[in-house]
């Protein structure tokens, strides 16, 4: 198995850091206190609540831990019925709770079902009236909240609730929360802007109610020492300078550093040199050029050129300066910043906001690294 996961979570050793993160979260769940936890893609929120998930098995015992992800969710039904999965799959049929979960399902009318290749669960339940969609939200929170153990909840994507047609979802679940003695939650999601709406605008239900956990990069000796150990371990030889290029050509942004070593080790070359870190770059680009090429159709040619501008600089923090316009042909400052925003909201550069100023970035590093190679 190569010891560098590009998706998932394996185990302890095959996870780099994130201690101070996990204390947070330890001390949030075991104070009350629920989490909202942020982060651009693919730094590693999902890989955290699942390294998360595995001490508290360790050190708690009393605690029973859920995660979903609503992601692909559209409405409030939907987001029933993903609870209602992941409960059962959690407490299954031949489980004692299981057993009250499903005499309580059955009150809903609902389809039970398993999936033949995963074997997991599927629920489908029909309803009267919208009356009775929340009814439902509230019993089974309510149902796991009679657990004798402490519950943690991880709603992965939470941001997607604001998408849904039922406009009062945030006030509905925040009111079903505040009335649970034993369950602690932890939202998490990428679309900062959005996540942030939900939990710090005062005239929202959410409104303060959770503390923020924004996860940041790797730090860079950690994330270095956890990539030489792992290669030492595995036979390789790997030197300082090697690691420092992998860590600065991916930015350190953990999906990309980890599919950059994943390709190394893929290679199987025992001396890892720099040379050897190159081609694992140019081989990555070159698998992912179909993508970038269908970006380039997506977008118009000023976009497009925008784009470029960008991961040229690597990072740009006055946008609407002359000299980036000028260097650039952008135009006028109103039209980078229209171009700016439909870039930011199809994901692909990435603002953050940073006390006293902004940076644009390409948000994807590999997009980021073919563009200032192939132009
Ligand atoms: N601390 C870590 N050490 C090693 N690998 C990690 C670590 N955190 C995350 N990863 C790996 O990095 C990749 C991206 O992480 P993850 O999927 O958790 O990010 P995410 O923030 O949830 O992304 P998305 O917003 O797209 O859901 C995964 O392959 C994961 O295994
Ligand atoms: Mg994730």
Not at 10 to 23: A, G, N, Q, T
Not at 96 to 121: C, H, Q, V
Not at 158 to 185: G, S, W
Not at 327 to 349: D, F, M
Request: proline share 3%; hydrophobic share 35%.
């Amino acid at each position: 198995m190569n010891p560098f996961l590009v998706k998932g979570y394996y185990s302890k050793e095959l996870f780099c850091d994130r201690e101070e993160e996990i204390k947070m979260l330890l001390r949030n769940v075991s104070n009350g206190i629920d989490t909202t936890l942020i982060s651009p893609r693919r730094m590693g929120k999902t890989g955290l609540i699942m390294h998360f998930f595995e001490q508290l098995k360790e050190t708690e015992s009393n605690t029973d831990i859920l995660y979903f992800d609503i992601f692909a969710t559209r409405s409030l039904s939907d987001f029933v019925k993903c609870l209602a999965e992941t409960i059962l799959k959690k407490f299954p049929e031949k489980t004692n709770f299981g057993k009250k979960f499903i005499s309580i399902l059955k009150g809903l009318r609902p389809l039970i079902g398993y999936d033949t290749i995963s074997g997991e669960p599927q629920i489908q339940i029909s309803y009267h009236s919208n009356q009775e969609k929340e009814h439902t939200l509230q019993s089974l929170l309510q149902f796991l909240d009679s657990h004798k153990n402490q519950i943690v909840i991880a709603i992965d994507e939470f941001q997607q609730i604001t998408q849904y047609p039922e406009e009062n979802m945030e006030a509905l679940l925040r009111t079903v929360i505040q009335q649970l003695k034993n369950i602690r939650f932890i939202f998490c999601g990428s679309k900062k802007s959005m996540m942030l709406n939900i939990f710090s605008n005062t005239k929202r239900p959410f409104f303060a109610s959770t503390q923020y956990l924004n996860l940041d990069k790797i730090e860079k000796t950690k994330y270095a020492k956890f990539i030489v150990n792992i290669f030492t371990d595995h036979g390789f030889t790997i030197n300082e300078d090697t690691v420092e290029f992998i860590l600065t050509w991916t930015k350190r942004h953990t999906f990309y550093t980890q599919s950059i070593c994943n390709m190394i080790y893929s290679f199987d070359e025992k001396n890892t040199n720099i040379d050897t870190v190159k081609e694992a770059c140019y081989e990555v680009l070159k698998q992912n050029e179909p993508v970038f090429l269908q970006y380039r159709q997506m977008l118009t040619p000023a976009q497009w050129n925008f784009l470029i501008a960008i991961a040229k600089e690597d990072e740009v923090k006055q946008i609407t300066s002359q000299k980036f316009i000028a260097s650039y042909n952008i135009g006028t400052p109103a039209n980078a910043r229209r171009i700016a925003k439909s870039l930011e909201e199809k994901e692909l550069i990435l603002v953050s906001q940073e006390k006293h100023q902004t940076i644009y970035q390409v948000y994807d590093v590999f997009f980021s690294r073919w563009l200032q190679h192939e132009y």
